[in-house]
């Protein structure tokens, strides 16, 4: 199948509150533009420099999603144009990404990232560390970001029991986060969870933004 004929079955198979962002990390230009012309527009890329030079050569209408783990230093490559950066998890990252925000005289999308896996190499918040974060002077002093939601990535497993298992611990967290700092905020409202071979368990355990790579775009070498 072509990338648009993936992107289309399964975006038959989604919800359709639930949005897809295809991950077009590592894949060449000609692969986006394929998938833009199918009339998609909600691309994710996890390096700074290879996001702001496929910015730069295509179409403005695209939204990009920054899905990796971003260093503050590389912030300012991206803050022109990023749509939402899915995977925030310090302060330090936070001030960094308002700054830069402010410079370009916009507001950025954030979600928290949550480490939710048994594997130990991922980044991500515990539950405990984002009350500390959100509740902090230095949070609450900074505006022009704004978090809507969170995000999470599951073991690389196939234990099924597992990986729901840790999609509900996401879920639970957002409802905590929800109810203790963002009762009234309407834009607070994103889980982000589930990837090419998980993201029907996530959309169960209620996902609202799916990031699938390889099942679009073939496997990355
Ligand atoms: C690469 C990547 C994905 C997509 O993974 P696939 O298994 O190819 O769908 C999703 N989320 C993050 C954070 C990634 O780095």
């Not at 289309?8 to 897809?20: A, D, F, H, M």
């Not at 050569?57 to 899905?67: A, C, M, N, R, T």
């Not at 330090?92 to 700054?99: A, D, Q, S, T």
């Not at 002093?141 to 599951?154: E, K, N, Y």
């Amino acid at each position: 199948m072509s990338i648009s004929q993936n992107i289309n079955s399964i975006l038959e198979k989604i919800p359709s509150n639930v949005q897809l962002v295809a991950v077009s990390k590592t894949k060449p230009k000609e692969d986006i533009i394929e998938a833009y012309e199918g009339g998609y527009r909600v691309f994710g890329e996890n390096k700074p420099q290879e996001l702001a030079q496929k910015y730069k050569d295509l179409p403005k209408d695209i939204e990009w999603h920054f899905i990796g783990h971003l260093q503050t230093n590389k912030v300012k490559y991206i803050a022109p144009f990023v749509q939402l950066i899915h995977a925030v998890d310090s302060i330090k990252l936070l001030i960094e990404i308002n700054k830069q925000a402010e410079k370009n005289d916009r507001v950025i999308n954030c979600l928290l990232q949550f480490h939710i896996a048994a594997e130990e190499t991922k980044f991500g918040l515990n539950l405990e560390e984002a009350k500390t974060l959100l509740g902090s002077e230095d949070f609450k002093s900074l505006q022009s970001i704004r978090i809507v939601g969170v995000m999470g990535m599951a073991t690389y497993s196939n234990d099924e029991n597992l990986i729901r298992k840790e999609f509900r611990s996401l879920a639970f967290i957002f409802e905590s986060l929800k109810s203790w700092f963002f009762i009234n905020k309407e834009e607070f409202k994103e889980i982000s969870m589930g990837m090419s071979g998980d993201y029907m368990l996530a959309i169960k355990e209620g996902s609202t933004m799916i990031r699938v790579g390889s099942s679009i775009f073939g496997s990355r070498y």
